[in-house]
């Protein structure tokens, strides 16, 4: 009998998504669309998920170890990302400087990122749990985001879609 847990159903990415598939929410008032327009004063980005927040850097293993922000690991510019053509933005952070939480977000968890061009909502659509701690990556980055961090002594990862302009 196997322990492994079921591979999480991911989208197929192997072909671009036609217009349809990137729903464009449509607010209920002014009040809720501010937040698809709001732009970062300062330049800097800042993730959300509920009341929980962070900053976000781009950088190495260095900024990780750093346990200060959030990192943006590889990929295209939050806004800018587009799943469906491979390009997946990541961001990562160590579960012992309190990112554990991108490990196992629940499905349908709405993330928002403020940042210099704007705020995006993306809506968790699938996660995955690799054997091992700092896993190589190569093969499980998928959809629009992926937040990655080690999950007691494995890496756990959250796949998210975008669901905002």
């Keep these: 009998m196997s322990s492994a847990a079921p591979k999480p159903k991911l989208p197929d990415l192997s072909t671009k998504a036609p217009p349809s598939a990137r729903p464009t929410p449509k607010p209920s ?19 959300r998920i509920g009341s929980w927040s962070s900053a976000v850097v781009r950088g190495g293993q260095k900024a990780v170890d750093a346990c200060a922000d959030a990192v ?4 295209p510019d939050l806004g800018t990302e587009d799943g469906y053509a491979l390009r997946t933005a990541v961001i990562v952070g160590h579960d012992y400087c309190g990112f554990a939480r991108f490990a196992t977000l629940p499905l349908d968890t709405t993330v928002t990122a403020t940042t210099p061009r704007g ?10 749990i690799s054997p091992g701690r700092g896993t190589p990556s190569h093969g499980l980055y998928w959809g629009d985001l992926t937040l990655q961090s080690c999950v007691g002594d494995n890496t756990g ?9």
């Excluded at 809720?32 to 993730?47: H, M, N, V, Y």
């Excluded at 943006?72 to 990929?75: D, E, F, R, V």
Aim: hydrophobic letters at 35%.
């Design 72 to 75: 943006q690991w590889t990929g």
């Design 29 to 47: 008032s002014e009040a809720d669309a501010e937040p698809f327009t709001a732009r970062s004063k300062d330049g800097s980005t800042t993730l």
């Design 119 to 128: 705020t995006f909502a993306y809506r968790v659509y699938a996660n995955h």
């Design 157 to 165: 990862f959250s796949y998210l879609v975008r669901v905002g302009p």
